[in-house]
């Protein structure tokens, strides 16, 4: 873990004085674990919700219902109202939050297993991308939390050109 992302991205929101909150679905705390893997975390990190029940993400990140009904829970839109919410209940710099379809079940023919959308919100940017991939359960919710620690990371090194995927 000498150079790891989680070590990266802990270090640039010290310098910067930046506090980071997560707001985590199909990854049920595993990046929130993979963030306080690293000693001193507390410094930058203020906590995360998981959300997993439509119910949870409306009561606890303001998601509204109507895009939880109309969009799902694996959406461009669900992602950033739950990055916004987040964010401003706990009065933080950024946020990240993590909706996909871990599977094995779930999946549609719109939306299949392993699709998963990530989504960053901070006061110059608030983007979401969609990714694929193509696991079990647990390897999906692993790529999840590596895909969001990356996002974040590239983030926070200004590496992101306008990567924000709207749904077309």
Request: proline share 2%.
């Amino acid at each position: 873990m000498s150079n790891s992302v989680e070590i990266q991205i802990g270090n640039l929101l010290n310098e910067r004085g930046l506090k980071l909150v997560l707001a985590e679905s199909c990854t049920g705390g595993l990046l929130g674990s993979r963030i306080t893997d690293v000693p001193g975390s507390s410094e930058y990190f203020l906590g995360s919700v998981v959300a997993y029940a439509y119910e949870t993400k409306a009561a606890l990140l303001g998601v509204s219902w109507d895009t939880l009904n109309t969009k799902g829970a694996v959406s461009h839109e669900t992602v950033l109202e739950m990055a916004r919410g987040v964010r401003e209940s706990m009065k933080a710099d950024i946020s990240v939050s993590v909706s996909g379809i871990a599977g094995p079940g779930g999946g549609t023919a719109e939306k299949p297993v392993g699709t998963t959308w990530i989504g960053l919100v901070a006061a110059d940017k608030e983007l979401a991308q969609v990714f694929h991939f193509s696991g079990d359960r647990k390897e999906n919710k692993a790529f999840a939390a590596d895909a969001a620690l990356k996002l974040l990371l590239d983030y926070l090194q200004g590496n992101l050109i306008d990567a924000d995927n709207r749904p077309s």
